[in-house]
């Protein structure tokens, strides 16, 4: 999810969690070094983004030593209107949400209702995953840790882009979709179990989890303008609106509703709140006086390594973002950057992105919000801030994240163009097209529909109303779909298998780009023909 269109999500976390190298760097001519890189300074810094990113709004938090540095906006809140993005303005902060589920989860341990080691179906006793063994040993530190077994966004879909399908519904759905890899074997990043995650913490406090948020973090901690829903945030006169790159140009875009997957995404913020919640974060959950969110000791697990995750080899020009240890702890990505232990992580909903960043030996808090589908953006002004607090030598960081993201870019763009160039062009479906229309059905999802509207031929996905696009056909009985919402950046191939009396026996998905979010797991989709009407 990185513009210039919308780059994969693995992207985004891996430039935040120290793996950079994803993307070709600059060439050296095109790196300033750090002796001629300017001085830094936050607003120029943020200005340049801007401009330099092609992101209508940021918002920046800097809390040091205890005390707001920076709590201020800079650019539009929306495109075509000059009201400003402040240190008040609202932004989706997506995935930044999942330590605020951690931290409640910690607050229950600390109140003896739970321990991390519990077994989940301890809580929720109708849990299942795919496999037995594991739905009998996951714990509850293990919904936060993403070595579940599951792929890469696995089941993603179920809520991703908006979905009707029901918090409830999505965790039933859950034990239909396979493991990737054995239990506890390796690091991949996760979304469902921290909506289990969620459900446990609701089902403990006996209302929902943005009631259990609002009155166990948010009060507490002062966050008044802060919201658990999208729908509440839009009802405050100073939000930001989401934009997407569409053929290239930025735009406005709706807001993704989210309302199935709070415990993952839920919650919506500003500078001026998140900037309490990083100070909260960096005292070891302690308040004014005597008063606390969580204890030390939960401080300290949220913050401890529990998954490891690889280290890339970045390019050159990158050299100084690789970690020495890179991990995913309780809610927080776990590295260090120049010798110090960093606390972060990304977020990123349809038109908005956001990091935070913590170095607990500085007592420095950093978060970022975007407005637009810029990892490049934040992940460059994140370095310049760092160094600058640090103590190191600037480097221009904006024109080596631009240059990258270019290039990588290009390179896509070069790969699809030979994708195309390669196909068979005169090879013909082997059946006549109305043959291929009808209900197809998947375990975990449900069913996806293909139809005869007029001239056009239309997929569509019966529980995600946004998510329905026309079929073109690319070669032989592989077609690609191409969605109406053209900021979903998420054009798929749909290719059929036949039995052998020309009858189809499956359909399978996958996307045409490697830039497309990872939350668009079509290739976990294995599609058979609805027959007779009759879905499971």
Do not use: C
């Not at 300033?32 to 001085?39: F, W």
């Not at 495109?79 to 303005?89: E, F, M, Q, W």
């Not at 900021?487 to 499956?506: C, H, K, M, Q, T």
Request: no cysteine; net charge neutral; aromatic share 8%.
């Amino acid at each position: 999810m990185l513009q210039k269109t919308r780059l994969a999500a693995l992207l985004l976390l891996a430039l935040g969690a120290g793996a950079p190298a994803l993307a070709a760097a600059p060439e050296p001519s095109a790196v300033s070094t750090a002796a001629a890189a300017p001085a830094f300074d936050l607003d120029a810094d943020v200005n340049l983004a801007l401009k330099t990113f092609d992101v209508p709004g940021i918002a920046i938090a800097i809390v040091k030593d205890g005390k707001v540095v920076a709590a201020k906006g800079f650019g539009v809140r929306q495109l075509g209107d000059a009201a400003p993005v402040t240190g008040k303005t609202l932004f989706e902060i997506a995935s930044n949400s999942k330590a605020f589920t951690a931290a409640g989860l910690a607050m229950l341990v600390d109140d003896g209702k739970l321990k991390w080691d519990d077994p989940v179906t301890q809580h929720l006793p109708g849990f299942q995953m795919s496999d037995a063994y594991v739905s009998s040993a996951i714990t509850v530190r293990d919904l936060l840790t993403h070595r579940s077994g599951l792929g890469l966004g696995a089941g993603d879909l179920l809520w991703w882009p908006t979905t009707t399908f029901s918090t409830d519904e999505i965790i039933e759905r859950l034990r239909h979709v396979k493991l990737a890899t054995s239990f506890r074997n390796s690091y991949a990043y996760d979304n469902l179990l921290y909506i289990v995650a969620g459900k446990i913490i609701a089902d403990k406090a006996g209302k929902s989890w943005g009631e259990a948020m609002q009155e166990r973090i948010l009060n507490p901690l002062g966050m008044t303008a802060t919201t658990t829903s999208v729908e509440a945030m839009l009802k405050s006169p100073d939000h930001s609106a989401p934009h997407s790159k569409i053929n290239g140009k930025i735009a406005v875009v709706k807001p993704m509703q989210v309302a199935n997957a709070v415990g993952a995404v839920g919650i919506n913020t500003n500078a001026e709140d998140i900037a309490k919640w990083m100070t909260a974060l960096l005292n070891e959950g302690k308040l004014d006086g005597e008063k606390r969110l969580f204890s030390a000791a939960q401080a300290r697990e949220m913050w401890t390594a529990q998954t490891p995750m690889k280290i890339a080899e970045p390019k050159p020009a990158l050299a100084a973002t690789k970690p020495n240890f890179n991990a995913y702890g309780l809610g927080f990505n776990l590295r260090d950057y120049r010798g110090r232990k960093i606390a972060m992580h990304g977020g990123a909903l349809q038109g908005f992105y956001s990091r935070v960043l913590l170095v607990p030996e500085e007592k420095l808090g950093v978060a970022i919000f975007t407005n637009a589908e810029n990892g490049a953006s934040m992940t460059a002004l994140q370095w310049r801030i760092l160094d600058h607090y640090m103590g190191a030598a600037p480097s221009d960081w904006i024109k080596i994240y631009a240059r990258q993201e270019a290039e990588s870019h290009k390179e896509e763009l070069d790969k699809q163009k030979k994708a195309v160039a390669a196909r068979a062009a005169r090879s013909q479906p082997s059946l006549a097209l109305a043959a291929y229309n009808g209900a197809y059905q998947d375990a975990w999802y449900g069913t996806v529909t293909i139809r005869q509207d007029g001239k056009k031929q239309l997929l569509s996905f019966d529980r995600t109303p946004d998510l329905v696009g026309e079929l073109e056909h690319f070669q032989h009985d592989t077609f690609i779909v191409r969605w109406k919402e053209r900021n979903f950046n998420a054009d798929a191939y749909v290719s059929f298998a036949l039995n052998p009396d020309g009858s189809i026996e499956r359909m399978k998905m996958a996307p045409v780009s490697t830039e497309t979010d990872f939350s668009y797991d079509f290739a976990d989709l294995a599609f058979t023909p609805v027959k007779d009407g009759k879905t499971k």
